[in-house]
């Protein structure tokens, strides 16, 4: 990966995504997405004790502890060709550390499994800063939208690949921690009616991005 022209800051929130080179579909189902997930837990450990293809031919040997972790994860959503995060960093470089320790260990699987070459993702992930508590509200329900926007599923909870489940509290998580935004809602039922009020709105707006202005 390039290095990054602008430092990202410990202890600031960032929206970090990437894509799949040429837009193929990497995460082509259960099974890639599965094991993207569980590479995202092992990799938040601060210092891994090996690599993520050894952890899973053994990991009697090699438990994972999220005492102490590169990022928080607030909330992501795979899709079929690219990944959204929200992370707040919590060591120095740790955004940097995470996402290219994930995406190497992704892209070594999938060029493995299907005889593939070359990269597997483009080359540096984006990241933006969030500066608000607004903004990090409208990025969320922007990422918890994506798999109804793109027509994959009619409502946000029926996406089993995405931390909104974990947000209107039909799933419990690990690795997510949802509670810098859900606490500025008085439910997860509110969130709910705040994620829904948009989707007819998100719909719209992707079919005429590529002509909007920014």
Not at 50 to 67: A, E, M, N, V
Not at 78 to 102: A, C, Y
Not at 169 to 193: A, G, H, M
Not at 197 to 211: A, C, G
Request: proline share 5%; charged share 25%.
């Amino acid at each position: 990966m390039a290095l990054r022209k602008s430092k990202l800051v410990t202890g600031e929130t960032y929206h970090v995504l990437n894509r799949s080179v040429q837009d193929i579909p990497i995460f082509k189902g259960q099974r890639e997405i599965d094991i993207f997930l569980e590479a995202t837990k092992f990799y938040l450990q601060t210092s891994p004790p090996t690599k993520y293809s050894h952890y899973r031919t053994s990991r009697d040997r090699f438990p994972i502890r999220l005492d102490q972790n590169l990022v928080t994860i607030i909330n992501f959503c795979v899709m079929p060709n690219h990944f959204h995060f929200t992370l707040r960093q919590e060591e120095d470089n740790g955004i940097r550390h995470f996402i290219q320790r994930l995406s190497n260990s992704f892209a070594h699987y999938f060029n493995t499994k299907y005889n593939n070459r070359g990269p597997v993702f483009e080359g540096n992930f984006k990241a933006i800063r969030v500066e608000t508590d607004e903004q990090l509200l409208h990025l969320s329900r922007y990422i918890h939208l994506n798999p109804v926007t793109a027509y994959i599923v009619e409502k946000p909870e029926d996406y089993f690949f995405s931390s909104y489940r974990i947000y209107i509290e039909k799933e419990k998580s690990e690795i997510t921690n949802p509670s810098l935004v859900l606490n500025q809602f008085s439910s997860p039922n509110d969130y709910r009616n705040f994620v829904l009020s948009q989707k007819d709105y998100q719909r719209n707006l992707e079919k005429i991005k590529h002509i909007l202005l920014e």
